[in-house]
T-cell receptor
Framework: EAQVTQNPRYLITVTGKKLTVTCSQN?????MSWYRQDPGLGLRQIYY???????DKGDVPEGYKVSRKEKRNFPLILESPSPNQTSLYFC????????????????FGPGTRLTVT | AQSVAQPEDQVNVAEGNPLTVKCTYS??????LFWYVQYPNRGLQFLLK??????LVKGSYGFEAEFNKSQTSFHLKKPSALVSDSALYFC????????????FGAGTRLFVKA
């Protein structure tokens, strides 16, 4: 089954304790992305990756890191989490279009609900 | 800068009536436009997209949307609403020549009453 998986699904942690949220897709997609969802703000893009070893900042990258060492995996790292990073996080992936433009829709993981106290 | 506006936080409609969820966008170039739906405790699911061609696009579950370049709108429509359509709907835009960012609207919650 084609899917995007995220782990953990729920996480409660304390300020300053480093954490990693994993994301994996089995569709051989080049493009992967992380979003956070907050009430009234919709989804905001944190980081995205066009392929292995190629990443770039989205609109809200502060406090986050990512890496893309393998095509299927795109972990999100919070080096020193703070309460304002309490949110619902989604990983997504998509193909490129033939022109190199991303014409295809994104496939989303089930989400990770993070609480930082 | 790219932006997406969904002017209604919530839309209420009776089952069997037509529904419209509004979306307007702003990009510097030409847009790729998408609609996604989110059911409770689930990730987002793709409904439909406009890339090029016919301004009226049809998608999953009987939904359709019309791209209007002059009004920079991409409203989501369905001729006859179902209770099961109740969910959170997101419009998203990507600027064709603006890189690989995707901008989402704040979302519109649709309530369909039996």
């Amino acid at each position: 089954e084609a899917q995007v998986t995220q782990n953990p699904r729920y996480l409660i942690t304390v300020t300053g304790k480093k954490l990693t949220v994993t994301c994996s897709q089995n569709m051989n997609h080049e493009y992967m992305s992380w979003y956070r969802q907050d009430p009234g703000l919709g989804l905001r893009q944190i980081y995205y990756s066009m392929n292995v070893e190629v990443t770039d900042k989205g609109d809200v990258p502060e406090g986050y890191k990512v890496s893309r060492k393998e095509k299927r995996n795109f972990p999100l790292i919070l080096e020193s989490p703070s309460p304002n990073q309490t949110s619902l996080y989604f990983c997504a992936s998509s193909l490129y279009g033939a022109s190199g433009r991303i014409t295809y829709e994104q496939y989303f993981g089930p989400g990770t609900r993070l609480t930082v106290t | 800068a790219q932006s997406v506006a969904q002017p209604e936080d919530q839309v209420n409609v009776a089952e069997g009536n037509p529904l419209t969820v509004k979306c307007t966008y702003s990009v510097s170039g030409n847009p790729y436009l998408f609609w996604y739906v989110q059911y409770p405790n689930r990730g987002l699911q793709f409904l439909l997209k406009y890339i090029t061609g016919d301004n009226l696009v049809k998608g999953s579950y009987g939904f359709e949307a019309e791209f209007n370049k002059s009004q920079t709108s991409f409203h989501l429509k369905k001729p006859s609403a179902l209770v099961s359509d109740s969910a959170l709907y997101f419009c998203a835009v990507r600027d064709i020549d603006g890189g690989f960012k995707t901008i989402f609207g704040a979302g519109t919650r649709l309530f369909v009453k039996a």
